[in-house]
T-cell receptor
Framework: AQSVTQLGSHVSVSEGALVLLRCNYSSSVPPYLFWYVQYPNQGLQLLLKYTSAATLVKGINGFEAEFKKSETSFHLTKPSAHMSDAAEYFCAVSDSQTGNQFYFGTGTSLTVIP | DAGVTQSPTHLIKTRGQQVTLRCSPISGHKSVSWYQQVLGQGPQFIFQYYEKEERGRGNFPDRFSARQFPNYSSELNVNALLLGDSALYLC?????????????FGPGTRLTVT
């Protein structure tokens, strides 16, 4: 069975500081991993995805994530936070057993302090 | 092209009532998935349909049912509503159900059960 753990339900960073949102996964087969962002009262928008190609994945809005099999992690980073990055972020996993049925983490709320 | 659309946007029901939520996928997409997002939690997988057939079901009671129509739109039905069914219900569409196919999420239907 697949599962995702997001450490830290709330993260606060200063504008211009590094953003680091943590995601660890569990899967019995090679996973596909995703980061989604959700702004208030909106649906989910895909930031980036790992599909077994390059382990360092670049996404939209300056975000990137690195797949580390040995650590079963897929942490999301951005070198310099912007006020517009304040939102809820979700990590999700799927694999060959489930196709594109996603299993999401509980989310991390990012606050950017001016 | 229009994205995934869902109706209604908001809905208020009383315990014990029944509700039907609707989803129209992106044109050309043949798969629709439904997710429940309780406040403060990540989305939970409910159902996936492809070519009008159920391809996956999450851990939800039989009060939850869904169907997909020949035009690939979908309905999610919930009977005997409980207070705990209050949530944002998200619909996602994709071209196919394979691992490589990206899902696109709609804005959701906010269901409140009183």
């Amino acid at each position: 069975a697949q599962s995702v753990t997001q450490l830290g339900s709330h993260v606060s960073v200063s504008e211009g500081a590094l953003v680091l949102l943590r995601c660890n996964y569990s899967s019995s087969v090679p996973p596909y991993l995703f980061w989604y962002v959700q702004y208030p009262n909106q649906g989910l928008q895909l930031l980036l995805k790992y599909t077994s190609a390059a382990t360092l994945v670049k996404g939209i809005n300056g975000f990137e994530a690195e797949f580390k099999k040995s650590e079963t992690s897929f942490h999301l980073t951005k070198p310099s936070a912007h006020m517009s990055d304040a939102a809820e972020y979700f990590c999700a996993v799927s694999d060959s057993q489930t196709g594109n049925q996603f299993y999401f983490g509980t989310g991390t709320s990012l606050t950017v302090i001016p | 092209d229009a994205g995934v659309t869902q109706s209604p946007t908001h809905l208020i029901k009383t315990r014990g009532q029944q509700v039907t939520l609707r989803c129209s996928p992106i044109s050309g997409h043949k798969s629709v998935s439904w997710y429940q997002q309780v406040l403060g939690q990540g989305p939970q997988f409910i159902f996936q349909y492809y070519e009008k057939e159920e391809r996956g079901r999450g851990n939800f009671p039989d009060r939850f049912s869904a169907r997909q129509f020949p035009n690939y739109s979908s309905e999610l039905n919930v009977n005997a509503l409980l207070l705990g069914d209050s949530a944002l219900y998200l619909c996602a569409s994709s071209w196919d159900v394979g691992l490589a196919y990206e899902q696109y999420f709609g804005p959701g239907t906010r269901l409140t059960v009183t």
